[in-house]
């Protein structure tokens, strides 16, 4: 399949990229062969989703595979959202997984007229808070434009997700794992608030706020 040695950590991650593709796609989160999610190597290089891959269907071996520099060195071809993927790495050095989605409640999301693109999320809830923090609204681009790059390179360094326009999320987390989990709970977060948006909503107080960042947010990096 491959050019070169596969270690044992490297295995485990395909292991785990795989399980949690097919755990996203199970529950909804993911559809056809929309989204991409990437995951980085002890050796500095990267896995990514390969191009049109569905993934509830993804295979330990096919997995693409990325040289520290970007480039493709094994598997199949890679996603083309990897140059918003490596916005996030280059940016965040902390930044071990970025998951790409097309869910349903934070696309639509991206759909709905936005007054404040800074963050389009209410902070409805400690855990909005402590995982995102904040969710800024990037313009539209096209699926694999590289302006999207761009756009996100100007806010990856203070924020941990994005919400492309009409388009939908991309987060990161420290992790694989912590990618995952930071992208469930936007998503949760964004049902939440189009749910209450007809009916009011009571948000937390900035004191609130204010301890969660303290506590939290140095931990998130």
């Avoid at 929309?34 to 891959?53: A, H, M, Q, R």
């Avoid at 941990?160 to 977060?189: K, M, Q, W, Y």
Wanted: aromatic share 8%; net charge negative; charged share 20%.
């Amino acid at each position: 399949m491959s050019r070169y040695a596969i270690s044992a950590e490297e295995t485990a991650l395909r292991q785990q990229l795989v399980h949690y593709g097919r755990s996203l796609f199970q529950r909804g989160y993911s559809s056809g062969g929309s989204g991409n999610i990437s995951v980085k190597l002890p050796d500095g290089g990267f896995l990514v989703t390969p191009t049109n891959s569905c993934l509830g269907e993804l295979e330990v071996d096919s997995l693409s595979r990325l040289n520290a520099n970007g480039e493709h060195i094994g598997g199949d071809r890679p996603s083309k959202e990897v140059p918003m993927h490596m916005a996030f790495y280059q940016r965040r050095p902390a930044c071990g997984a970025v998951v790409h989605l097309h869910s349903p409640w934070l696309t639509a999301l991206a759909c709905l007229p936005c007054e404040t693109p800074e963050n389009c999320l209410p902070p409805l809830t400690p855990y909005y808070v402590m995982r995102i923090g904040k969710l800024p609204l990037l313009p539209y681009f096209r699926p694999g434009h590289s302006d999207i790059a761009v756009a996100l390179y100007e806010v990856a360094g203070q924020h941990t997700a994005a919400l492309l326009a009409n388009h939908g999320p991309v987060v990161c987390g420290g992790t694989l794992r912590e990618a995952v989990f930071n992208i469930e709970e936007l998503e949760d977060s964004a049902r939440i608030w189009l749910t209450l948006k007809p009916l009011g909503h009571v948000p937390l107080s900035d004191a609130a706020i204010a301890e969660l960042e303290q506590v939290y947010r140095a931990k998130m990096g």
